[in-house]
């Protein structure tokens, strides 16, 4: 009987021991370390500024075809209105797109717009290319006719040029204008308009 207690004791601190050591295997204090970050991303943020500057201030404006010969006329006939808008719903207060309306204009009508584009970001960008009536534009020298009636027949030609393909830090701008010429082919007694937005990318992402 004594061995068989002696035995048994044994088995037992075998087991405390064997639990002793799962114990200080699995039993241990834990800590967590939590590390935290913040990221704060750049805007790009590119508007047409709140002017845009005229030739046609009265008495009209012709040329040819090619926008060759400019000289001003001795009558005040055709006219050019422009709208800047803010396409942004809700309105964030930054014009984004150009309208240009030309009013009892005829063949051979010429005008020059320009114009200031604005970097409002916090990163530097790229003028890239000029979109007219919603196609693109990205080939400089530029000069395109286009058909604003949809009769198939082009109503008007008109290039553009000056920075595009150059950077403006954040706050600078840059200034950019546009020639239009009414075509032989623009319909009597319209009106007639067309928009136009100025494209820009961040200037790591610009390809010339």
């Not at 044994?10 to 939590?34: D, F, K, R």
């Not at 009892?104 to 717009?113: A, G, K």
């Not at 970097?119 to 058909?147: C, F, K, M, Q, W």
């Amino acid at each position: 009987m004594k061995g068989k207690t002696k035995a048994v004791g044994i088995l037992a601190l075998v087991l405390v021991l064997t639990l002793g050591s799962m114990g200080v295997a699995y039993a241990h204090w834990n800590q967590t370390l939590y590390i935290e970050g913040e990221v704060r991303t750049g805007e790009l943020l590119f508007e047409f500024q709140w002017f845009v500057v005229h030739l046609d201030h009265g008495l009209d404006w012709h040329c040819e075809d090619g926008m060759g010969f400019v000289v001003q006329g001795d009558k005040d006939v055709g006219s050019c209105t422009t709208l800047l808008v803010d396409v942004d719903d809700p309105p964030d207060g930054h014009y984004d797109l150009l309208e240009v309306t030309f009013s009892n204009v005829y063949p051979c009508y010429y005008e020059h717009l320009g114009f200031w584009l604005h970097n409002g970001g916090t990163i530097p960008l790229v003028i890239d290319r000029a979109v007219i009536n919603g196609l693109d534009y990205s080939e400089l020298p530029s000069h395109v006719e286009l058909d604003l009636d949809g009769d198939g027949l082009n109503d008007i030609e008109t290039r553009w040029g000056d920075n595009f393909g150059v950077q403006l830090d954040p706050g600078q701008s840059a200034g950019v204008s546009f020639d239009i010429h009414i075509l032989q082919e623009a319909p009597q007694g319209e009106t007639l308009t067309f928009t136009i937005e100025i494209v820009a990318v961040q200037w790591n992402e610009y390809s010339p």
